[in-house]
């Protein structure tokens, strides 16, 4: 399994930097900790081809997140109406397209906004549907394409988030060429026990995120989605939690079928020593 650090929720600067973000590729080789990177980027395809032959050239396995400009644009897989479903496929088709050139493993998708009146059935067929219409453009030599839910009852109130809604999408389909990504943050703000989530999806889940939240205090400023640093007073996740979740993950076996597994911190000003405290929090949890 390689261990992942999502670079662009540290560097937001490296989005439309490809320098910058070559640069921390080479950075993170450095560490001894990471061996795989996440990312979005928004260049040109020179840029693209850039980056895919960097990244082929440190070694690095890597994963674009495209779930950022799907969440920014309102890019909607499960919406609603039939026309917004199939242009987001279109829309997905396209960052699929930037993904390839760069060379990456995996592309990150979500779902769109929470539906106002909310129709289970409604929502897992819409997805579903542009899940399959997604899957004929994966190519065998890659990427493959990971759905991450999130929050569908609160901050950032996406429709695919209930874990028996996840579990109900991907259990009544057929070889779904499209996998997930389980994160440890949403799933303590859709009140689950995270071993018990992570039964229930571990058939598809081949991408995972440690990732701390702040689901308690609606009063905190950092409440909701914001993934602080595990050392936060008051966070879901304290370091030593998160550890024995790890821990416990990984002697259950419940891992055996994860490739990549990633820190995801987002910083707020200071990102050198947020990327220090970020290696030094993923190196204590994987006893590095």
Not at 186 to 198: S, V, W
């Amino acid at each position: 399994m390689k261990r992942g650090i999502c670079l662009t929720s540290l560097y937001p600067e490296a989005i439309e930097d490809s320098g910058l973000l070559i640069e921390l590729f080479h950075k993170v080789c450095g560490t001894g900790i990471f061996d795989c990177v996440e990312f979005y980027f928004n260049g040109t395809e020179t840029e693209e081809k850039r980056i895919g032959y960097e990244l082929k050239k440190s070694g690095l396995s890597s994963v674009f997140l495209g779930g950022y400009p799907m969440k920014r644009d309102g890019i909607d897989i499960s919406a609603e109406s039939e026309l917004r479903r199939k242009e987001s496929v279109e829309m997905c088709k396209a960052l699929y397209r930037h993904a390839r050139r760069m060379r990456v493993d995996k592309m990150l998708i979500l779902s769109g906004p929470a539906w106002k009146e909310k129709d289970e059935e409604g929502i897992i067929r819409q997805t579903q549907k542009s899940l399959l219409e997604i899957g004929e453009m994966i190519m065998p030599t890659g990427p493959e394409v990971t759905l991450e839910y999130f929050n569908d009852m609160g901050e950032p109130w996406l429709a695919v988030g209930d874990i028996p809604m996840v579990r109900k999408i991907f259990s009544s389909m057929n070889l779904l060429p499209v996998g997930i990504t389980f994160d440890t943050s949403h799933t303590a703000q859709l009140k689950t026990d995270i071993i018990e989530a992570f039964v229930a999806l571990k058939p598809w889940i081949g991408h995972v995120h440690l990732a701390n939240s702040v689901s308690k205090d609606s009063e905190n400023p950092l409440f909701g989605d914001k993934h602080p640093l595990f050392e936060i007073e008051n966070g879901d996740f304290p370091l030593e939690k998160i550890k024995e979740i790890y821990e416990k993950l990984e002697s259950k076996g419940l891992l055996e079928k994860v490739d990549i597994c990633s820190f995801e911190i987002i910083s707020r000003g200071n990102e050198e020593q947020y990327f220090e405290k970020m290696c030094k929090e993923a190196a204590y949890v994987w006893n590095i």
